[in-house]
T-cell receptor, first 112, second 113 residues
Framework: ETGVTQTPRHLVMGMTNKKSLKCEQH?????MYWYKQSAKKPLELMFV???????ENNSVPSRFSPECPNSSHLFLHLHTLQPEDSALYLC???????????FGQGTRLTVV | AQSVTQLGSHVSVSEGALVLLRCNYS??????LFWYVQYPNQGLQLLLK??????LVKGINGFEAEFKKSETSFHLTKPSAHMSDAAEYFC???????????FGGGTRVLVKP
C-alpha cells in the first residue's frame, strides 16, 4: 500500500461520543499534518508533527487531541464535538526540506 | 503572515477552451507556491509547485502556472479544457523553511460540453 491512507472515510458521531481518526503514510516522510476543510472556510492547518513531536497547534480547541506514536501514524482523537466541527479532515505528510505535501482522501465527519 | 486570494469561487468553461484560474499571494519571505486539485469526495492532489527555480512551471494533466513576483501572482492555466478537469482547485503558499500550507478559498471549475 502506498501514499497516505485515512480511516474511516466517513464518520457520524453524537456530541457526547469519543472517536478517533487515523492516518497512515507509507512514504517514509518525517512530518505529518492535520487540516480541516469546512464548507464555507478555506482549508485550515490544525496540527503539525515533525519527527513525532508536535511543532504547531494552530489555536485548535482542546476537544481535538492529536497523537503521533511514530513517524508513519497520526491520530486525531475527538470528544464532545459540536455540530460546527462537521467537516472533511485531511491528513498530509511531507519530508522536511522538501516542501511537497501528500494528502490522504480525508475523513468526512458529521456531528449530530 | 501569509495569505492567498483566489479570484472567483466558481469558473465555467467550455470543453476545449482556455482554463485560467487566478491566484495572488502575500508573503514576507520568498514563497513556495502550489496548486492542488480536489475531485469530488477525494483528497488533494498536487498539480504543480514553484520553488524558486523556473518561473514557468509545468504540472500534470497539461496545467502550467507562471510565477510573477512583481504582481505577486501565480495563475494556473490550461490551453484546452477537458471534461475531466471539472474539480476544485486550490492555490497554496508556504514559507521557505517549511511546508505548512496556507490555502486560498478554492475555485470550482465546471466544464460544459
Amino acid at each position: 500500500e502506498t501514499g497516505v491512507t485515512q480511516t474511516p472515510r466517513h464518520l457520524v458521531m453524537g456530541m457526547t461520543n469519543k472517536k478517533s481518526l487515523k492516518c497512515e503514510q507509507h512514504l517514509g516522510h518525517n512530518a505529518m499534518y492535520w487540516y480541516k476543510q469546512s464548507a464555507k472556510k478555506p482549508l485550515e492547518l490544525m496540527f503539525v508533527y515533525s519527527l513525532e513531536e508536535r511543532v504547531e497547534n494552530n489555536s485548535v480547541p482542546s476537544r481535538f487531541s492529536p497523537e503521533c506514536p511514530n513517524s508513519s501514524h497520526l491520530f486525531l482523537h475527538l470528544h464532545t464535538l459540536q455540530p460546527e466541527d462537521s467537516a472533511l479532515y485531511l491528513c498530509a505528510s511531507s519530508q522536511d526540506g522538501n516542501t511537497e505535501a501528500f494528502f490522504g482522501q480525508g475523513t468526512r465527519l458529521t456531528v449530530v | 503572515a501569509q495569505s492567498v486570494t483566489q479570484l472567483g469561487s466558481h469558473v465555467s468553461v467550455s470543453e476545449g477552451a482556455l482554463v485560467l484560474l487566478r491566484c495572488n499571494y502575500s508573503s514576507s519571505v520568498p514563497p513556495y507556491l502550489f496548486w492542488y486539485v480536489q475531485y469530488p469526495n477525494q483528497g488533494l492532489q498536487l498539480l504543480l509547485k514553484y520553488t524558486s527555480a523556473a518561473t514557468l512551471v509545468k504540472g500534470i494533466n497539461g496545467f502550467e502556472a507562471e510565477f510573477k513576483k512583481s504582481e505577486t501572482s501565480f495563475h494556473l492555466t490550461k490551453p484546452s479544457a477537458h471534461m475531466s478537469d471539472a474539480a476544485e482547485y486550490f492555490c497554496a503558499v508556504s514559507k521557505a523553511a517549511g511546508n505548512k500550507l496556507t490555502f486560498g478559498g478554492g475555485t470550482r471549475v465546471l466544464v460544459k460540453p
